[in-house]
């Protein structure tokens, strides 16, 4: 619940951001000058991509939490079980080894969202981010396109 919280003031934050920045991205539209516009037009833009940043990355992560809820209560999900060094990160080694069983997993299973989950999740312990999230992604839309076919 406290990460939600600090999501929401975060969003807030971005969303009030964006307002302004718009709000002067229009008072450069109405200007009279052509390069005000022009400044304006690029200023304005800005928001709007934001904005759809913003909706993309809050619905990416409302479905990958209905995902893991799913997994959870069919007691599959993966388990945070690697060792950690004194600062709190995760033994490379450790979730590098873990990750292969993942991998083998997926592999064995490739229309199963559930795989593709687990192996996001050790792509993410062993610090792939980008593969982490693209991984995810492809559960997602497994998981979604499983639903539409039902």
């Known amino acids: 619940m406290k990460t939600k919280i600090w999501v929401f003031l975060v969003v807030l934050l971005l ?3 964006l307002v302004v920045t718009a709000h002067r991205g229009w008072i450069l539209l109405m200007a009279p000058e052509a390069t005000a516009k022009i400044l304006g037009a690029a200023i304005f833009l800005l928001p709007v991509v934001g904005l759809w940043a913003l909706v993309r990355e809050i619905s990416f992560g409302a479905r990958m939490e209905k995902l893991a809820k799913i997994l959870a209560a069919e007691g599959r999900l993966p388990e945070d079980t690697l060792p950690r060094t004194p600062a709190g990160r995760i033994v490379r ?7 292969e069983k993942y991998k083998a997993e997926a592999e064995a299973a490739p229309d199963d969202w559930r795989s593709w989950f687990r192996l996001s999740c050790a792509y993410d312990a062993a610090g792939d981010r980008r593969r982490a999230r693209k991984s995810m992604r492809d559960a997602i839309a497994m998981y979604r396109s499983k639903r539409v076919e039902a």
């Open 15 to 17: 969303v009030f951001y």
């Open 93 to 99: 080694d450790a979730a590098d080894a873990e990750f």
